[in-house]
């Protein structure tokens, strides 16, 4: 079945750039997407890419895809306390799947 | 405008209340979704709604009762619930056809 992996946890300086991975098994999917959870929020849609794309880059985040490898990644660059959140890769084919969330820690 | 609102923010009921949670887009969007979102997991969905008809119910348990009077409305009507509900209920609609989902802020039931 379709399935997507990302890493739990990933702790990053303030102010280094942050880079999170994700893999996925449908090699079907149309639309891979990066969702950030501020604690007691609602998903926000960061960014997405369709699978005919290898780059996407918007201001501070840049998403790299490798349809070959199956592996989505998202960069931020110049990290904030802002940017703390869980973020979540998902593709989508007839539904979105959501991977299990990267926990984003920021260091001082 | 990409929002998508949903009332109440936080609910508390008991196992024999009757309770709706609401949901409301302004975006033109034809598609409209629950999701469910315990802590520390995924969001999983339960219900999609497409031009206002329910297109998947993926295998929820009738205490749940979704309902789309109208194009920009989504509610999911509440009845008779257990503990194991208590989670994050999280609204979302998109372009039919089209990938991105935008997701309201979510209402946090507890189940007494």
């Known amino acids: 079945g379709e399935d997507v992996e990302q890493s739990l946890f990933l702790s990053v300086r303030e102010g280094d750039s942050s880079v999170i991975n994700c893999t996925y098994t449908?090699?079907?999917?149309?639309?891979l997407y990066w969702y950030k959870q501020e604690p007691g929020a609602g998903l926000q849609l960061l960014t997405y890419?369709?699978?005919?794309?290898d780059m996407k880059q918007d201001q501070r985040l840049t998403v790299l895809l490798n349809k070959k490898d199956k592996h989505l990644s998202l960069r931020i660059a110049d990290t904030q306390t802002g940017d703390s959140a869980i973020y979540f890769c998902a593709e989508r084919d007839d539904k979105i799947i959501f991977g299990k969330g990267t926990r984003l820690h920021i260091l001082p | 405008d990409t929002e998508v609102t949903q009332t109440p923010k936080h609910l508390v009921m008991g196992m024999t209340n009757k309770k709706s949670l609401k949901c409301e887009q302004h975006?033109?969007?034809?598609?409209m979704y629950w999701y469910k979102q315990k802590a520390k997991k995924p969001p999983e969905l339960m219900f999609v709604?497409?031009?206002?008809?329910?297109?998947i119910n993926e295998s929820v348990p009738s205490r749940f009762s979704p309902e789309c009077p109208n194009s920009s409305l989504l509610n999911l009507h509440l009845h008779a619930l257990q503990p194991e509900d208590s989670a994050l209920y999280l609204c979302?609609?998109?372009?039919?056809?089209?990938?991105?989902?935008?997701f309201g802020p979510g209402t946090r039931l507890t189940v007494t």
């Open positions: 709604y497409s031009y206002e008809k329910l297109s």
């Open positions: 975006m033109g969007h034809r598609a």
């Open positions: 979302a609609s998109s372009q039919l056809g089209q990938g991105e989902q935008y």
């Open positions: 890419i369709f699978s005919n794309m």
């Open positions: 449908d090699s079907s999917s149309t639309y």
